[in-house]
């Protein structure tokens, strides 16, 4: 029959759903304080969902429920766990409507990339993880004699943003899940209730008590005790530097392991001989997507002078191209920026970018027409950046496009490494050879080669100050290992 909701859904004030409880060790319960955060619709601008600020307390929970199943999941057989999880990625299906309505609301991205994209992005992990950990190896016998085994870390705190919320919660929970690890799930206070939906379809899948944990709260009191706490073995954390400075100090005091997927400022270095109408909408899809939310957007371009009014033309295009509107809006090409706070950095940037003297070729401060209430932007464009600007420098998180001249490959190439930043780039050439030659110079954690699709079975994460994780594909599940010597001739 019909899954029973099993969501502590009430109705705290007329029309406002609100979630008050947190899951701990296999229940709904209530957590200690009884303060909730509002949810906002970024369409409107109006609160749309209410959930509970849990605190130190709950963390204590959390983290002894996680501790006391570590040990019976961790001696499970793989095949246990992977029954379990498949049963996951079965009732997550049935979730998946639901989470991208409230997609549109509280991330405010588009009802077609939430259906598309960031609901599946569940079954893109979740499912990759279960082919690709037959692949692990738990243990190995050395050529001398000793037996390397590798165990699951232990309890895993996650600390996930707001951007891709359903995917970084995925990146995360389940590789680790799988390979024995416990989970203390601490997802971001701004899109919360896709991930109550994700963890009721971990209830419903009858993972076993206590080895997936789900609080909700904010970062500085309920994601920082996570990170403190001496009974989590590791850090998993996704959002930005300075959260993930802050994450790693915090964590340094038990000196438990600290992994980060951080922020980003990357490059589409597009080489003399660049098929440019082609390229230019391409890689300025990654920093439309989503808003220009995305950690990966590569919102810096940079452009030979020989072929920069060319370059700075299409981009024109492809920003007057875009069409901002309501989530919910079949013409929508993109929606509004998450929160309020976002909109305002935004602002603050384009202005910036003005006063320091980047020409504004397209877009620029204010709302659309016609969109005052919600927190939308317009797709903005600025050529003659120097890449000492504050634009090119920090991370806008907003489809603000900056595009650099350049005169030698020798240049492009320093520029693009000039940033503290180094999750990702991009290098457009006719020649694959040439483009892979270029690719290698950049200090990056990935490089898109002519193109912008990213495979599951490869790993994400940064150089620098992008962070030190490795998620995805094979990578992405053996984070969560630890290893063990068996010396002598076991
Ligand atoms: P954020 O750092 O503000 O918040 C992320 C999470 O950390 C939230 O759950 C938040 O509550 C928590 N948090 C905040 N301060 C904390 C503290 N002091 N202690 C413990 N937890 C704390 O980031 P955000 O605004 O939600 O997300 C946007 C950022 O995430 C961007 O910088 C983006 O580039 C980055 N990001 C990186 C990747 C990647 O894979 N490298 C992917 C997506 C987003």
Redesign the pocket.
């Known amino acids: 029959g019909a899954p029973v909701p099993l969501l502590p859904r009430t109705m705290a004030s007329a029309a406002i759903p609100t979630w008050e409880k947190v899951y701990i060790n296999g229940q709904w319960s209530r957590p200690s304080s009884a303060n909730l955060f509002d949810v906002i619709d970024s369409n409107t601008g109006k609160v749309c969902a209410r959930v509970p600020a849990a605190g130190v307390a709950d963390v204590d929970k959390a983290v002894a429920a996680a501790r006391e199943a570590f040990v019976s999941w961790a001696e499970k057989s793989l095949d246990e766990r992977k029954a379990v999880l498949q049963k996951v990625l079965e009732t997550w299906q049935g979730k998946k409507a639901q989470a991208a309505e409230w997609l549109c609301k509280e991330l405010g991205c588009t009802a077609t990339f939430a259906k598309t994209v960031q609901v599946n992005m569940v079954d893109f992990h979740l499912g990759t993880s279960l082919k690709l950990v037959d692949m692990v190896k738990f243990e190995e016998k050395m050529a001398f004699g000793s037996l390397v085994v590798r165990e699951p870390i232990g309890v895993v705190g996650c ?6 919320p359903l995917n ?1 919660i995925a990146a995360k929970v389940f590789p680790a899940m799988l390979v024995g690890c416990t989970i203390v799930l ?5 899109t919360p209730v896709c991930a109550y939906l994700l963890a009721e379809a971990v209830h419903e899948a009858g993972v076993p008590p206590g080895v997936f944990n789900m609080l909700m ?4 009191n ?3 005790a ?2 403190a706490h001496p009974g989590v073995d590791m850090v998993s ?8 400075r ?2 790693s100090e ?1 964590g340094a005091q038990t000196l438990k392991v600290v992994r980060t ?4 400022k990357s490059a589409a270095l597009l080489l003399e001989d660049a098929d440019l109408p082609k390229l230019v909408p391409k890689f300025m899809q990654t920093l439309m997507n989503n808003s220009g ?4 957007a590569l919102s810096r371009m940079l452009v030979p002078k020989t072929r920069y009014d060319e370059a700075v033309e299409l981009a024109k295009k492809v920003a007057e191209k875009t069409v901002v509107s309501f989530a919910q809006d079949e013409k929508a090409s993109i929606g509004p920026l998450s929160s309020q706070a ?1 909109w305002e950095k935004v602002q603050g940037y384009i202005q910036t970018g003005i006063k320091e003297g980047a020409r504004l070729v397209t877009g620029g401060s204010g709302k659309p027409d016609g969109l005052s209430d919600g927190f939308f932007v317009k797709p903005t464009v600025f050529a003659d950046v120097d890449n000492k600007m504050t634009i090119a420098q920090e ?1 806008i ?1 907003g489809p603000v496009l900056s595009i650099i001249p350049y005169t030698t490959e020798e240049e492009a190439v320093r520029i693009a490494n000039d940033t503290v930043y180094g ?1 990702n780039n991009a290098v457009g050439s006719a020649s694959p050879e040439k483009a892979v030659a270029v690719a290698r110079k950049l200090r990056s954690g990935m490089v898109m080669i002519n193109d912008t699709s990213v495979m599951p079975d490869a790993p ?3 150089y620098k100050q ?2 030190n ?1 490795r ?1 995805w594909g094979l990578m992405g599940l053996e984070e969560y290992l630890v290893t063990k010597t068996l010396a002598g001739k076991p």
């Open positions: 600390i996930t943003p707001w951007n891709y970084q601490k997802p971001s206070e701004v709260g904010d970062g500085p309920c994601g920082e996570v990170a954390f996704t959002g930005s530097t300075r959260a993930g802050r994450i915090v997927e951080l922020g980003g939310q995305s950690c990966n976002q991370e998180f999750l994400f994460g940064g992008s962070g994780a998620e």
